[in-house]
């Protein structure tokens, strides 16, 4: 029993650890000069001295707060209008098909337009996350809302729900399962822009410490960049599945099986 | 049989308090151009059993519907007590085909919906005269249909309703779990004595339960059966057989 389990738990790391073994021993024989992809004990060494030196934690601290600071701003607008133009009639007439025009805007397109309007700091990067992660946050809130088994409301108004009670027994928990959903795309498209903006132009960060290792040749540093960002995106993906556990306890999908 | 029956009408008299009575005068519903109900006249005594049958599409869920408030009459008068339906909302529930739990609701929060002040308890013991208190604390998505009806069934009655209209809410179950049901039904209205409207397309379900059956064939009225016989009432009494025959034959008339 124990040792099914155990032998469960490890099976997801199988193909990411031989990935491991291989690269070190390709680098290790010399098949690949250490300029074009370092050994993994070379990018640990270098981040062992970063993690020394305290330069690594400023970057990663710069970086994880213009993703939040950019997630909160946006994820707050898209879900407010998600939630009005789900709810009033009105409210989706006027707004949503501007909506839909702005979100076909590939949003990396505006970097130009962002760095003549906020220049290089702060401002542009969380401007530019903000707007990534509106657009998935506030159609699956929308749509989320709209989709409400309407024999549910139906069964709510003949109980005498109405309004904010209505909302609050009803329509807001049928809908967050999609409004996870969205947040999970949101989180995705956060750090997506974030690291295209960090490159682009930027004065600390990730991305600039990748950026400033390129002029150095320091690929170790470039590809522990590229770790960091995974390992941000991953702990963003875990963070979300632990609130799906969390608040869609009731929902079959997330029941565990006795 | 008939000694019972009257003792059984006694009863049902003097608990009359406990049901409403619904009155329905000249009332039209029409959808788009097509007329569902037209001229329709009924009156629903206080704390009876009455089914309605008829074909798919006759406009019965229709007529369930608009004495529930959830749609409106194009014409006609529909009062409850004396009143329009609206008044009486909180003492009109309904059970639908489905039972609309809500799935992120525990089973004991789904039979509290609505309900204000100090719930709990009434909840739990209307939970109980299902036989559900047992499941309490589960979600609805571990129960069974039949269970899911039960936990629709202690909801609608936990605020002690003068009227229940019940939307085919077994339809959907299996022939065993729905005899069980039918019993369940009539003993919780035998205690309770609300007025009881059943729509069902299952005639027998209609002659086991109902102190009247009405047809409804045409947009109007077409039939009003009383059965007298005693409760609980046995399955294969050749009178309700014979009750049954009369009114399926009605039924299949109103085809040709």
Known sequence: MFKTSYRRDLLPWLVPGCILVAWQATAQLGFIPARILPAPTQVLSAALKLVR????????????????AGLLVGGSIGFVF????????????????????????????????????????????VFLVAFGVFFPIYLNTYHGIQNVDPGL????????????????????????????????????????????????????????????????????????????????????????????QRWLAWHPAFQKTA | MSSQTAALRAHNYIDAAAGAEIQLSNVSKNFGSHAVLKDLNLVVRPGEFLAIVGRSGCGKSTLLRLIAGLDQADSGDIKVNGQPAQKNAQQIRVMFQDARLLPWKRVLQNVGIGARGDWQAKALSALADVGLNARANEWPSVLSGGQKQRVALARALMSHPQVLLLDEPLGALDALTRLE????????????????????????????????????????????????????????????????????????????
Request: proline share 3%; charged share 20%; aromatic share 8%.
């Open chain 1, 53 to 68: 030196s305290g330069e690594i934690f400023r970057h990663i601290g710069v970086s994880s707060l213009r993703a939040l």
């Open chain 1, 82 to 125: 998600g939630l009005l133009n789900g709810l009033s009639r009105t409210s989706d007439r006027l707004l949503n098909s501007t909506f839909q025009m702005v979100r076909n805007v590939p949003h990396l397109a505006l970097i130009p337009l962002c760095i003549l309007w906020f220049g290089i700091d702060e401002g542009s990067k």
């Open chain 1, 153 to 244: 409301i139906e069964m709510g108004r003949v109980y005498g729900l109405s309004g904010y009670q209505l909302f609050r027994d009803i329509l807001f928990p049928a809908a967050v399962p999609s409004i996870l959903v969205g947040v999970r795309y949101a989180l995705g498209i956060m750090w997506l822009t974030l690291i295209v903006a960090e490159t682009v132009s930027a004065s600390s960060g990730i991305g600039y410490m990748t950026m400033t290792a390129r002029e150095f040749l320091q690929t170790d540093i470039i590809v522990l960049g590229i770790l960091i960002y995974a390992l941000l995106g991953k702990l963003a993906d875990v963070s979300t599945l632990f609130l799906e």
């Open chain 2, 181 to 256: 049901m039918q019993k369940l039904i009539e003993r919780v209205w035998l205690r309770q004595r609300f007025t009881a409207i059943l729509i069902t397309h299952d005639v027998t379900e209609a002659v086991t339960l109902a102190d009247r059956i009405v047809v409804l064939e045409d947009r109007v009225v077409s039939l009003i059966r009383s059965v007298e016989h005693a409760r609980p009432r046995a399955l294969g009494n050749p009178e309700l057989g014979k009750i049954e025959a009369q009114i399926l034959e009605r039924l299949l008339d109103a085809k040709g």
